[in-house]
């Protein structure tokens, strides 16, 4: 199948910068592809080349014809490019902004036809704007000229719809109705290639990725093959912890605040399904540190890895084997802050808690449930907060660690 747009090669200068370098890309129909990568990278410049609106070097086809070679209002029938940051000036309303997109399709001076006059209902509809449609443009919102500029985008009905930044100034509703939207109407003969900078929302719709960096392609593939922790470090320089999101299954991922050289350290002692909302405190205030002693398949395990901790593992139902009963006392010594959470002592080997005693400093965070019975001595550790109440503790304490 011919694709519905293709590049290879394709390159772009500005002044003297290199702005695109050595992109290969095709559009396939029925796909819809986002380009993400971080400020400077490339989206948009790549997307007004594909329009064939800015200057570029390499192959550019469209279809099986040199988009070059083709007349401007040809290549605007076929492809509908909504810019990031266009000019709404002039008096319009938004009905009349809308029909412009029917221009393509007209000879000069050919009045409107029913069938224009419907498309731009349609697309009023699909951007959900139809209430607007008589408002002047500079009387809307950030976010509803963006639904405007998407209406008009779907106006020209295009084989491809190139979109620069759909999403910047809307609502969290508004993006993904946006987005779905989107995915509908490229079903069928037609394509979409969108810039986003929203990593999860591109990973969750679209079909492909493209990530750039520095103009060049650093990944394209399904998102599950572009959002790896090694593209994400190159493209974006962070150090990023990729997993599939628990309810879609789609990619997802968490970039844990770097800890300042030297931070303070902490070592928690887990129980309790409410201790990886512990975990997510202490590292979002900058401590480094290490969990355990945990269990294969533990949900606290996946958690704390997420999170970037270091975790102590070992088998279930067994004695602690001596090495890891080790690391364990050696972090609990090392750590300026020791967490037990309630639950830690059912464990199966009481020289997990055992070892809290050697702590510089302790917290114990323990609920109603968690009778003195079940953790003998537990009281004498250190201070006793509820889950609910250790935000408070925590911000009371944190400058005498």
Known sequence: ?????????????????????????????????????????????????????????????????????????AVARLVALMAQTPSLDGGFSVRELVALGRHPHRGRGVPESPADRAQVAQALGASEIEALADRPLDTLSGGERQRVLFALALAQDPSVLLLDEPTAHLDLGSQERLFAQVRRWTAGPRGTVVAVHDLRLAARYCDRLVLLASGR??????????????????????????????????????????????????????????????????????????????????????????LGFETLVAPAFAPVPGAILAAHQARIAGADLTVVTAGAWGAGDPRIVEAVQGARQVVVIADDSAGEGEAPGWASLGPVVRPSDFPSWFAAHFRRI
């Open 1 to 73: 199948m011919t694709p519905l747009l293709t590049a290879q090669a394709l390159g772009c200068r500005l002044g003297n910068r290199t702005v695109l370098e050595a992109v290969d890309f095709a559009l396939a129909p029925g796909e819809l592809v986002g380009v993400v990568g971080p400020n400077g990278a490339g989206k948009s410049t790549l997307l007004h080349c594909l329009n064939g609106t800015r200057g570029s070097t390499g192959l550019l086809r469209l279809g099986d014809r040199d988009l070059r070679g083709l007349h401007r209002k």
């Open 217 to 306: 392609v650093v990944a394209s593939g399904p998102p599950a093959a572009v959002v790896t922790p090694g593209h994400l470090a190159l493209a974006y320089g962070v150090d990023a912890r990729v997993f599939p999101h628990p309810l879609s299954g789609a990619v997802d991922f968490h970039v844990p605040p770097a800890p300042g050289p030297g931070g303070p350290r902490v070592h928690v002692v887990v129980g309790g399904g409410w201790s990886r909302h512990i975990l997510g405190l202490l590292v979002d205030q900058g401590f480094r540190g290490s969990v355990g002693i945990l269990v294969p398949g533990d949900a606290h395990l996946w958690a704390a890895e997420l």
